[in-house]
């Protein structure tokens, strides 16, 4: 992961220099002036900025008979035409999609088709039938636990149960993939626990076991716990299912800061549409184990294909109030 602008220090160690880096993002996360609200509106005036210079380079292009061809991005995660199938039962049937550094996809879609293995798939946890999946450019079809464990060190899961340890304390759960690397004085470890805990609002839990937190609290947890190994890329399976509103929104408020200020890319499974419409740069819709979408948000709304349509008024759908006594 990109490290953020460090501060000027002495001649260190490595071990101290991973510290400071993390440190470094840690403090860029938790500044008062940098609220997801601020960071929107100067991303839109920037845009404003950026779409007047492209049309302004554009025009003189076309002035000056100038053809100079888009440049090829390379997504950081491609998905391209996987299947997978659990006996006769199909779950992924020939499933595309890609996500660009510091993008967050949303991937949208009833119960049991094909969402959450995607996510395993992309870890390696699963094999694929057929298809082909990169990560940062390395084929992760081809490789063997040991290679699928280096990607592992640069994209990471927050599991719906948030998987933590149950044997040990919220701070020891955190602290394991820091100790894991290794290279860090146990000060720095503690520090960075608790640096941690302070930027997903959990500090009272560090020294709670994980059966005595709420649903929401365990995903928080688990996001700490993710950040810890500083990853490239986080994929969250359902982050807001079962967690009341304002953790959800908390839980959202995260992802975009993470996105914003540290460029980490995200993929976020989710059935609830008001979440991905905050987040998302791209939609996947899967219907029945196929890809019925890919797209920008924008272009999800508009679509008119009957199977997202009708996911849209499902969505939207709501309860008449009771009639008055």
């Known amino acids: 992961m990109s490290d953020a602008i460090k501060p000027e220090l002495p001649a260190s160690s490595d071990s101290d220099e991973s510290q400071h880096s993390l ?19 100067a991303a839109a005036s920037a845009n404003a900025v950026i779409a007047e210079a492209v049309a302004e380079a554009a025009a003189h292009r076309e002035a000056n008979h100038i053809d100079h061809p888009e440049p090829i991005v390379t997504p950081y995660i491609d998905f391209e035409d996987v299947s997978i199938a659990f006996g006769d039962r199909k779950i992924l049937d020939h ?19 094909g969402k959450s293995v995607s996510l395993r798939i992309l870890l390696g946890f699963l094999k694929a039938d057929s298809g082909y999946i990169r990560v940062d450019g390395q084929d992760i079809m081809a490789m063997d636990e040991r290679g699928l464990q280096e990607v592992r060190k640069h994209v990471t899961m927050v599991f719906q149960n948030g998987a933590l340890f149950d044997s040990l304390t919220v701070g020891e759960n955190i602290a394991f993939p820091l100790r894991e690397k290794g290279g860090l004085v146990e000060d720095q ?23 005595s937190l709420s649903m929401g609290q365990k995903r928080c947890i688990a996001i700490a716990r993710a950040l810890a190994a500083q990853p490239e890329a986080i994929l969250y399976d359902e982050p807001t299912t079962m967690v009341d509103p304002i953790m959800g929104r908390n839980i959202g408020d995260l992802i975009q800061r993470l996105k914003h200020q540290l460029g980490i890319t995200s993929i976020v499974v989710t059935h ?54």
């Open 272 to 325: 609830d549409m008001r979440f991905a419409m905050r987040l998302a740069d791209l939609v996947l819709f899967l219907e029945s184990g196929t890809a019925r979408f890919f797209g920008t948000i924008r272009e999800f709304l508009d679509c008119t294909d009957p199977h997202v349509q009708q996911f849209l008024a499902l969505d939207t759908y709501a309860l008449p109030l009771p009639a008055a006594s």
């Open 189 to 211: 470890v503690q520090q960075l626990v608790s640096r941690l805990l302070e930027l997903v609002d959990q500090s009272e839990t560090v020294d709670r076991l994980p059966s």
């Open 95 to 113: 499933v595309s999609f890609n996500v660009g550094r510091g993008q967050t996809l949303c991937i949208l879609g009833r119960s049991g088709v």
């Open 23 to 41: 440190l470094s993002n840690l403090d860029e996360l938790q500044s008062d002036v940098s609220s997801v609200q601020d960071l929107e509106i």
